[in-house]
């Protein structure tokens, strides 16, 4: 594997969890925890929103340089869209819903997207869609 595609990889998968709560640990053993907002994948710096420390601290934003990041953590577990997909399957017709498990990624009809964040697009169809994938997230919290 070239050292460009490991690159390509490593960013992208950086990129997935965007907006996904982590911990993050810094050289000086200081530890925050809050929702990736941002990176500079020229130096690995990043940006956390809603975050608090290990001390309780609260702040609203905060920007780490990757030069001092020793650790970064995805924190929550990653939802489950295969198995949305599989709830989609049970409502459409064969092969008009598709997982695309790399981008994290499913499709209706080829005009509605789903991904972790929600349902894109508009219409009864989209509507439909997002009942299922409201019942399904709540049904998943409360598990």
Do not use: W
Not at 2 to 26: D, H, N, Q
Not at 125 to 131: D, G, N, S, Y
């Amino acid at each position: 594997m070239s050292e460009s595609t490991a690159g390509r990889k490593f960013f992208r998968e950086l990129a997935m969890i965007l907006e996904s709560y982590v911990t993050v640990k810094t050289e000086s053993n200081k530890i925050y925890t809050g929702i990736l907002k941002g990176y500079d994948p020229n130096t690995l710096s990043i940006c956390l929103a809603t975050v608090k420390d290990e001390a309780g601290a609260q702040y609203h934003k905060v920007f780490l340089y990757g030069g001092k990041i020793t650790e970064l953590i995805k924190s929550e577990e990653p939802f489950d869209l295969a198995g949305l997909a599989n709830e989609l399957q049970k409502l459409f017709p064969p092969g008009e819903v598709k997982y695309i498990e790399d981008a994290r990624l499913i499709t209706v009809l080829n005009k509605i997207k789903v991904t972790e964040n929600g349902v894109e697009g508009v219409g009864p169809l989209a509507e439909r869609v997002k009942k299922v994938f409201d019942a399904y997230y709540s049904e998943r919290q409360k598990q």
